[in-house]
């Protein structure tokens, strides 16, 4: 009779387990709209983009982010409980997004930009969640951890720069703006982040609200003014304009991507849908205009046509290559592709130089930058720009000042001025942060520190 009980109880307890695994599976199930939409979500935030590796497994981590205090490695970020955030609660993941703390409380370098992932909706933190637990699919290995020099290396101290950098307050629509506006914000502000990389940045690095969207270097090329500012910024683009750059990277003749834009547009813009992409640009038409003093005119009004070859024909190369003039730089790497005249194509596969924002800024990193890294575009994006070869290994940072020089003063913005120096910075990587000269204090400050401890301990014990 008891064994007769207890298989009844057995069967009653399968038949309950049962249900519970049906009534799970059909839960998970109907989750799938969610887990859509989450995934939607992370396309918007670009989350691939620092956490997938050239070849690697997707969101598996292992990206070197460079800073100006040193390279940062993105982490894995699948449902790995081992190596990923697999074990995280709704609420650790919260956290990590919206405060910038992992599960285990240690603080996440800002380069993972949560102080604009903290105006991200409930909701759709939710669906974040449910995209990443269940719609990735999990790796078991730990990329290389990041090692920054010290005092940065302590992770504890981003307590004191979330508490005067990180504003916590969920994304607030304006009331006196359209509902469009009001989504293109919250696209711009939180999930697109686009002030991580346009806004530029105080002593301690945090962004100054007071230049919103006014441009800023990250370390080698430099994010635009994207403010409502006509000479400065994108004021003077149309609304189609915008929608087409963010959709493909060009717009007309007058603009291309390259770069962590061309990054951003490849893995994240354009997989947006047209009515969000319309509202992100209708946001930055009507947000506050940053202006710069030398922009006199919009970036793509300066420069003509060149008429160089006079200059050129019949005269022998110097025997050092590096004393070559502008025109015969041009004339040897860059002609065969933009025409002599700097009109490029008519299609704009191969763009123009002039009237051109490519050219059309003070700021002369991402000539630079293009010339030393080209310009590279993912095959399947309509419209995209043709592959710019890297110039890094062919030409001297000499030919490249006189280069750039040459294309500035002709087809672009007479006021972006390069150096041999610059261009040298560049090739290294950028410009260090004003941060690391704190290194070697912090550094001797704390042997100073623990020498007079050492010295007080022993002579009390002595």
């Known amino acids: ?15 309950m387990l049962g249900m519970a695994l049906w009534s799970l599976t059909s839960a998970w199930a109907a989750s799938d709209d969610t887990v859509q939409r989450g995934k939607y979500l992370a396309t918007a935030a670009d989350c691939i983009a620092c956490h997938t590796a050239a070849g690697g497994k997707p969101f598996a981590g292992g990206v070197a982010i460079s800073t100006p205090l040193g390279a940062i490695i993105s982490t894995n970020i699948t449902p790995s409980e081992n190596a990923g955030i697999g074990a995280y609660t709704l ?7 919206r405060k910038g703390k992992r599960a285990d409380g240690a603080y996440l370098y800002p380069a993972m930009p949560y102080t604009a992932y903290a105006s991200i909706t409930d909701e759709d933190v939710a669906a974040l969640y449910a995209y990443f637990m269940q719609g990735v699919v999990a790796v078991d290995s730990k990329p290389a951890a990041t090692r920054l020099p010290f005092p940065f290396n302590v992770r504890s101290s981003l307590a004191a720069w979330n508490a005067m950098h990180l504003d916590g307050r969920p994304f607030v629509a304006d009331p006196g703006k359209s509902a469009e506006i009001n989504r293109g914000a919250y696209l711009g502000q939180a999930l697109a982040h686009c002030s991580a990389c346009h806004t530029p940045r105080g002593a301690t690095m945090g962004e100054l609200s007071e230049r919103s969207l006014g441009g800023n270097s990250l370390g080698s090329w430099y994010a635009p003014n994207i403010s409502s500012d006509v000479n400065s910024g994108v004021g003077s683009w149309s609304t189609e304009q915008l929608t087409a750059y963010l ?17 951003a ?7 947006l849908t047209e009515p969000d992409l319309r509202a992100l640009a209708l946001w930055l038409k009507q947000t506050p205009p940053i202006h710069d003093a030398a922009d006199t005119r919009p970036p793509d009004q300066w420069g003509t046509a060149a008429d160089y070859t006079g200059s050129i024909r019949g005269v022998a190369l110097p025997a050092d290559r590096r004393q070559m003039t502008g025109p015969q730089v041009y004339d040897a790497y860059c002609a065969t592709c933009h025409q002599a005249s700097g009109k490029g ?26 010339i030393l890294q080209g310009v590279q575009r993912q095959a399947d994006v309509p419209g995209a720009t043709m592959t710019m070869p890297a110039f890094a290994r062919t030409l001297s940072d000499q030919q490249i000042v006189t280069l750039s020089n040459f294309l500035t003063q002709q087809f672009g913005h007479p006021e972006a001025k390069v150096t041999v120096q610059r261009v040298g910075q560049l090739r290294a990587g950028g410009t260090p942060s004003p941060l690391l000269k704190w290194v070697w204090p912090g550094t001797a400050g704390v042997i100073v520190l623990f020498s007079l401890l050492l010295f007080r301990y022993r002579r009390r014990h002595r």
């Open 1 to 15: 009779m008891k064994t007769r009980c207890m298989a009844v109880r057995g069967f009653g307890a399968a038949a």
């Open 265 to 271: 547009v490849d893995h994240s813009l354009r997989n």
């Open 247 to 263: 959709k493909t990277g060009r717009a007309g003749l007058k603009a291309q991507t390259a770069g962590p834009m061309a990054e």
């Open 345 to 370: 194509t008519p299609d704009g596969g191969l763009p123009p130089l002039f009237h051109n924002t490519a050219l059309g800024h003070a700021n002369g990193d991402n000539l630079v930058m293009a």
């Open 91 to 97: 609420a650790q993941f919260t956290d990590a997004l």
